[in-house]
């Protein structure tokens, strides 16, 4: 079994669900009382919020980057980034291979057989191209909801889920802004921040849902005990 490197803390409400996922993967796929070989390197988040409210992702990108090199120096050997967010800085994580969620993402919505998805997730994620670009180069079309329904989809990841709470008002929220972009024509919707699955789920969409912590999660086991090659860009398995 290869050993995972978990880089997380954003937020670390996630983080232990990646954690809690993968080890249910491995005793899923061995049985009895095997758990997952892992290493994990948790961040504080509050650091990394100030540099992306700020602009300054070079910096956060530096952050990761030597966290990185920590997981390799403890014998990682591939990483797992345990938020969408941050993917923006993924191509300054080098020296161990990169299990993409964006990619992992991508594959899981083609081998579904589906074409036009909705996403979901902070500002960051929604509105730059490192993510959307990231599935649309697997020929999918990507709908993200419209300006004010952006702006709550954010303010509910940042002021509730990354601290632990969970709303039913915030739940319902999300339900509509779902439906609204299923009217748009979407297939299915990404749930694109690991916050996310906390608050909503299969029961609350008309269509399918892809939970990217799980997704991830659940395919970095595959990887490491061999039963899956990490997924190429623009190029998802299935």
């Known amino acids: 079994m290869k050993v995972i490197g978990l880089l997380g803390g954003m937020s670390w409400e996630s983080t232990a669900e990646y954690y809690r996922i993968v080890n249910e993967r491995v005793r899923e796929r061995l049985g009895g009382l095997h758990s997952a070989h892992c290493v994990l390197y948790s961040v504080d988040f509050a650091e990394i919020e100030e540099l992306q409210a700020g602009g300054r992702w070079d910096e956060a990108g530096v952050r990761l980057a030597a966290a990185t090199q920590a997981l390799r120096a403890a014998g990682a050997d591939f990483l797992v980034l345990c938020t969408n967010?941050?993917?923006?800085?993924?191509?300054?994580?080098?020296?161990?291979?990169?299990?993409?969620?964006?990619?992992?993402?991508a594959a899981a919505v083609k081998e579904a057989g589906l074409g036009t998805i909705g996403l979901l997730g902070t500002a960051f994620t929604m509105e730059q191209d490192f993510y959307t670009g990231r599935l649309a180069a697997h020929g999918l079309d990507v709908l993200v909801p419209d300006e004010a329904d952006r702006a709550q989809v954010h303010r509910i990841i940042y002021e509730e889920l990354v601290v632990g709470e969970v709303r039913d008002e915030s739940r319902k929220v999300y339900r509509d802004v779902i439906d609204r972009l299923v009217e748009r024509g979407a297939q299915g919707v990404v749930l694109g921040c690991t916050e996310i699955e906390l608050l909503v789920g299969q029961d609350d969409s008309p269509v399918p849902v892809f939970p990217t912590t799980r997704l991830h999660a659940e395919l970095a086991v595959d990887h490491a005990l061999g039963l899956a090659d990490l997924p190429e860009p623009g190029k998802s398995q299935g």
């Open 85 to 105: 967010t941050m993917h923006k800085v993924a191509d300054r994580l080098t020296g161990l291979p990169l299990l993409h969620l964006g990619d992992a993402t």
